[in-house]
């Protein structure tokens, strides 16, 4: 990071508290009740309308179909390339940041500027194919002891990124109600099972990143390929629901348990923006086969954080404190993995982390750990407890870098559990 | 079956053993050198192009936007609604009826009606989400066997159709390609995994619905409700690795094992060209929790075959037979299942029935069971032998239905193996 980048400041007010910097500058769908769905960027308390840059033409030199920021999905403008997203960024830096000259856009400010409380944020990516990777020891390591106490880490464990494949259609975004979902349930010492809501309702703390580059079936992408085919990185709640968990996956993996939903934030935030927050992951011990070696450095520095809000009319508290840098598999192994066998992958594939704990019991990244699998509540200021979620309770995941003076957020992630359906 | 439905010919030539007869109808993606992707209805040896017939003015009473037939995918087709597949086919019968009068029909022949074997297919469906199920009590019990001796059948199998996400990119159609995948395998004896091209590459016999309506998160389908939300079926070859599958699938399920590629027959059969071959599935026992519950049929009487060609030089021969009829779970339960906890399923979604293997020794629907896990090969007539699918291997799934006279076929799908790009 160059001294000149690091002390770049924007002519738009933006809060020394706030992640939305000139360093930052996260892609986004948004709506307002005159506007219709289409791409917008974060600035301080405000959101750039891309149509609106690009019809007053200071996106020319793009060379592209401008139309692809009238959509309703980041989608078309993540296929333009990364050149185009690199340009795109190095654009809006140049208008938007303070120098002596005043900026082009000020003008325009009116007509290109909103205010991002008035905006409804949508779902930012039309997912293809969702992967859901199990990458953090820690949890591994926790679950596997509830789970399978004889057998916590699997033989495969240390040796590859494990992951499945998750359910694409149910991925929402911020703001997004949580139906609690029904299905069978194994009831403790029984044999048959049982049809119920589920009673083990559960966040998981994840990010997850988004293809930005195709592939054709038959190619792999490489460690030291990987980060140019990825567009960007968000928060990712993968809500799960242990009972029906337990009770269905073996032998083939988590189905039904977690299909109901999975939340992300609504602000992709770019990896030329998280370029700075790179920093060394853990040391892979048994050393891994040649196609998931790296140099260099591929792990993220991003501080993660869950609140929860139990009940109604209770206040938000934060259960959890965790960060990107503990994952075991970088994003960059996740992606070789998925692809070592020429799978091919789309714009718009989102690959989440699996659940982030850290190596403290408070960094612990769901419910299921941090209440020893239901075993021990944890307490609320108000005397509430939970050992999973109830209804009306409200989870918040939030996420942040920050190094040598910038800030870049990922904002948060919201989901509010509502009643099962009947 | 109404005595008259049974009795309907077509003018259009159609050989007796072919299965493309007026009660069949199925709807394919074609193109030629001439004519770009589009929808095309199978009948005898020719493609009625779909476009053309709209473009005469044949659809009009179908009242909707015709240029769905003018997509590269059913899918635009398919949003249209059941009342409009059903519609189309009765448009189509009543075109193609031999009756006493002239068919409006015949002095366009030439211009709406191709040769099959001028066209290529192309894969039909935009696939959302993939789901693979493990439906057939036989393969579950002999893969159990295998891979868990102690526990072939999970206590779970006999109260749920289990099943899991697959990867939904890699869905292609007949004639493709199929890469042999490389990956981590974990050669015998040892606790270090090497990287290697699979050495034991199969195929799977399965058969897979088509989604046709969407619902939205929170909703389930009801058994008795599900067959009105799919479009149809076709065959598929859920191909797999079985030695990458072993080392990676636990505890998340199959992965890269199977995301290489799965093959869809290019044809698609409609849920009211199946309606004559409805039957009964297998008793099941335990009784199933009242949301799987049944009334009436719910299976299908399909034939399936499996053929393989050893090699560049030699022949198709047949190494398994087998019948959808020995699913143990039904598509209806299969979708009430997926829907049960509200997740939500789009037009295109493909469910896949898992390896349809029924209860005699060659009627086994993979070569992980006809070989015994790789440990008895079988011989085919010029003395060759296979455990698992060599290079250049072609392999062919066949599927039809017949009763009464009449005769429904699903063609084929066919792969070749290729070998690893290095």
Known sequence: MTEHYRKMKSWVPVDPDSGYTIHNLPFGIFSTPELSRRVGVAIGEYIIDMRMLARLEFLEALEIDTTVFNRPYLNDFIECGRDVWTKTRQILISLLKDTDDDSPLKPHFERVFLPRRRALMHTPIKCGDYTDFYSSLEHATNVGKMFRPDNPLMPNWRHMPVGYHGRASSIVTSGSEI????????????????????????????????????????????????????????????????????????PLGPFLGKSFASSMSP?????????????????????????????????????????????????????????AKHLYWSISQQLAHQTVNGCNVNVGDIMASGTIS?????????????????????????????????????????????????KVSFGHVRGIVTPTKQ
Chains 1, 2 share one sequence.
């Open 179 to 250: 139906m609690r979902p029904k299905g069978q349930v194994l009831p403790k010492g029984e044999e048959q099972p049982i049809f119920s809501p589920s009673r083990a309702l559960d966040f998981e703390l994840e990010m997850a990143f988004v293809v930005g580059k195709k592939t054709e079936m038959g190619e792999s992408i490489s460690v030291e390929q990987a980060r140019e085919h990825i567009f960007g990185m968000v928060l990712f709640n993968d809500w799960s629901a242990r009972d029906i968990q337990k009770w269905e996956y073996q």
């Open 267 to 323: 602000w992709v935030i770019t990896m030329d923006a998280l370029e700075p927050f790179r920093c060394a992951g853990p040391k892979q011990e048994p050393e891994v086969l040649d196609y998931l070696k790296e140099r260099g450095h591929h792990h993220y520095d991003v501080n993660l954080s869950v609140e929860i809000r139990p009940g109604r009319y209770a206040e938000l508290e934060t259960v959890s404190r965790s960060n």
């Open 358 to 406: 850290g190596p403290t019991p408070d960094s612990c990244g769901s419910l299921l750990e941090l209440t020893k699998g239901g075993q021990e509540p944890i307490t609320f200021k108000d005397g509430q407890e939970r050992t999973y979620l109830q209804d009306d309770d409200v989870v918040i995941l939030r996420g942040f870098c920050e190094k040598d003076g910038i």
